[in-house]
């Protein structure tokens, strides 16, 4: 097993993790700023989607890239330029705290 990151290294001001998923070869850090996805065959970020708001849990399901948030649920598709905040787009008011997967289906969590 190797450590790929070298995070600490990078230009954000605020490096804080607040979760972590995994789909195929990519790694999703959800972060204070938004979602870093990390190819983890090439142990390098492949795309940084900065948001400007705390992701609680992201996650990649059915060609969507999903970010919880204090705001709500957002969602990108893959397919789309994602770097471009307004690519992404408010599904839902509900806070959840973390995504999940079972079988093919998303499901969302909260405290309440």
């Known amino acids: 097993m190797r450590f790929c ?3 600490k290294d990078s230009n954000l001001s ?3 993790i607040n979760s972590v998923s995994v789909s195929g070869k990519y790694a999703y850090l959800s972060t204070n700023f938004g979602v870093g996805e990390v190819d983890m065959d090439k142990c390098e970020f492949s795309n940084t989607y900065d948001l400007g708001i705390k992701v609680r849990s992201s996650i990649r399901h059915d ?3 999903f970010a919880a948030t ?3 649920i957002y969602a990108g ?3 789309d330029n994602l770097l471009d905040k307004s690519n992404w787009k408010l599904m839902s008011s509900f806070i959840p705290n973390q995504f ?3 079988g093919d289906k998303l499901y969302a969590s909260t405290d309440d």
Request: aromatic share 12%.
């Open 100 to 102: 999940m997967e079972y």
């Open 77 to 79: 598709t893959v397919n």
């Open 70 to 72: 204090g705001a709500g």
């Open 5 to 7: 990151l070298e995070y």
């Open 14 to 16: 605020d490096k804080t």
């Open 63 to 65: 060609g969507k890239i």
